[in-house]
């Protein structure tokens, strides 16, 4: 098994390589000097590369015989987290922190780049990596799209570092994986006035907390009771003082769900439930509504095509189940153009201390499991090109 043999050839450098970028996180957009760095490394394994969407980097490694194309995905950015482990390798950068893991996918990546780069024998068409800037906020994918990297692309597969899954461990499901994440903005119109003389004014704190206990309803009355949907406020700002009748409120909150059909009914169902609560208060509401990112929805095809590489490169007793999350991944919209998986790779690990949840302050990895997420980088890509 040249791949398996391959990636433990290069584990130390993957596992120096996460613990660099993990001493150097950097926020979203702001990803100059991990993009740097895997620049270095791409030259030093003399693979050919393009930079795109501000920090991200596409690298191609062409096979010896031609075929389709697969683009592996790994995204580099980093969350204002103030670190708290206590490790050799803690984040330098002060209230910056790798808390999601994708300092282990960055480095994945390039190790999987080594071991590809290694095999162009066996490469049956073309393999693109894509380092991918900006997944916290959901809009380093779309960008990437937007400059036209996905064209010529017939499969995308991504590998996501999983806290809830036992390390050594891998989930390969078909089907809905992760959430829609969209955020809306409500803007609620009243008039000021005397706290004690309410009748003279349009109370929009009064209006803005209908319009709250309205939008409970959606999930529970409007859609299917076997979907699965989320409609939160997270933000309420209203008022000035004690004895004055507030003029205006805010409103942010954000939708979630797994069914573009729904999805696209959101805006619809808010804006209707915003202004007719507001304008039975005598209130005025508005609504903005933001599409963040499509659900994330593994391939049925791809999905086998994963379990086999698993079995090939490990056995059947990796392959573990995992419930749909809530959360949202930008690796969305690279599904949006071309059929692939996101595939979670288990990293707890009581006895390592790696068993807090991703975005939490000790968030850490268990290592071990990144030798294995290499090998399923590059044993993914040869399988699908072999299958295509
Ligand atoms: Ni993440």
Redesign the pocket.
């Known amino acids: 098994m040249k791949v398996k043999t391959l990636a433990k050839k290069f584990k130390q450098y993957v596992i120096d390589l996460r613990r660099e970028f993990h001493m150097y996180p950097e926020a979203s957009w702001e990803e100059i000097r991990t993009s740097k760095r895997i620049q270095e490394e791409l030259k030093k394994m003399e693979i050919p590369f393009s930079v795109v969407a501000k920090n991200g980097i596409v690298a191609t490694i062409e096979g010896n015989s031609d075929g389709k194309t697969i683009a592996l995905r790994g995204?580099i950015d980093a969350l204002q987290v103030n670190e708290c482990n206590d490790v050799p390798y803690k984040s330098k950068h002060e209230g910056i922190m790798h808390a999601?893991?994708?300092d282990g996918h960055t480095a994945m990546l390039l190790g999987a780049a080594k071991v590809l780069n290694e095999m162009k024998k066996e490469i049956q068409g073309t393999v693109k990596l894509f380092f991918q800037p900006a997944?916290?906020l959901a809009q380093g994918a779309k960008k990437m799209v937007e400059e036209g990297v996905m064209q010529g692309v017939d499969g995308v597969f991504g590998i996501?570092l999983w806290s809830d899954i036992e390390s050594g461990k891998i989930s390969i499901e078909a089907g809905p994986r992760m959430a829609s994440a969209d955020l809306f903005k409500i803007h609620v119109k009243g008039l000021g006035g005397h706290g004690s003389l309410p009748h003279q004014g349009i109370d929009a704190v009064v209006a803005a907390s209908a319009i709250v206990m309205d939008l409970q309803s959606v999930v529970s009355r409007e859609i299917s009771p076997l979907e699965t949907a989320v409609v939160s406020v997270g933000v309420f700002k209203s008022g000035t003082r004690f004895n004055v009748i507030a003029n205006e409120a805010v409103l942010e909150g954000t939708t979630r769900c797994f069914n573009n059909e729904i999805r696209e009914k959101f805006p619809k169902i808010l804006e209707r439930i915003v202004t007719h609560t507001a304008s039975s208060y005598r209130a005025e509401g508005s609504l903005t509504y933001t599409f963040g990112t499509p659900p994330v929805i593994n391939d049925e095809r791809c999905s086998q095509i994963a379990a086999s590489t698993v079995e090939k490169l490990f056995d059947r007793e990796t392959i573990t189940k995992m419930g749909k999350i809530t959360g949202g991944?930008d690796f969305a919209e690279f599904l949006s153009k071309a059929p692939g998986i996101l595939a979670f790779v288990g990293v707890r690990n009581e006895a390592k201390g790696s068993c807090y949840s991703?975005h939490h302050e000790k968030f850490d990895i268990d290592e071990d499991a990144l030798e294995k997420g290499t090998a399923l980088y590059a044993q993914y890509a040869l399988d699908f090109l072999k299958e295509g």
């Open positions: 995204d999601c893991g994708h997944e916290e996501h991944e991703h």
